[in-house]
């Protein structure tokens, strides 16, 4: 008997919506220790995910190199009020505006070598599991290597 996605996956997963801000996901990553959440549309279709490197990009240097130097522009030299800097640099996005909208996923039938052989070709940490197109649950690499150390004659 095989392992599948249905055996190892989460299936108490953590989700935001599209509007979900970004300030409010980084909260839930860090509170929940979680690296990712997928994004979920009301009737649980998934929409996207967003990880901890979707959050950490505008933090780039190049990133607040350009932002700076936008502001720079705006200014034409003048100094601008800080009230007026401080909005400009909010951070307004929200899931939909960070997401990855293109996710790999899984169905609760996939064996253990079918889920891994997913996570390697596409380099993901994590497949969301969807049942008729909605999100059943989650399984990460950890899933799958705790997996193997709990049956490891019991991978094909």
Not at 24 to 47: F, M, N, Q, Y
Not at 63 to 72: C, I, Y
Not at 116 to 124: G, N, S, T
Not at 126 to 134: A, C, I, S, W, Y
């Amino acid at each position: 008997m095989s392992i599948t996605a249905a055996d190892i996956m989460t299936t108490q997963v953590t989700v935001v919506t599209p509007h979900t801000s970004m300030a409010e996901i980084a909260s839930l990553l860090a509170s929940k220790h979680l690296s990712a959440v997928p994004v979920c549309h009301p009737d649980k279709t998934l929409a996207g995910i967003v990880s901890e490197n979707d959050i950490l990009k505008p933090f780039r240097e190049s990133v607040r190199a350009r932002r700076d130097w936008w502001l720079g522009v705006i200014a034409e030299g003048e100094e601008l009020p800080q009230d007026f800097l401080d909005y400009l640099r909010q951070d307004t996005r929200s899931a939909a505006d960070i997401m990855v909208p293109h996710v790999f996923t899984t169905v609760e039938s996939a064996t253990l070598p079918e889920l891994a052989d997913l996570m390697i070709k596409h380099a993901v940490k994590r497949l969301p599991v969807l049942r008729d197109g909605k999100l059943v649950g989650i399984v990460s690499r950890a899933d799958l290597v705790a997996a193997i150390a709990r049956a490891p004659g019991m991978l094909v």
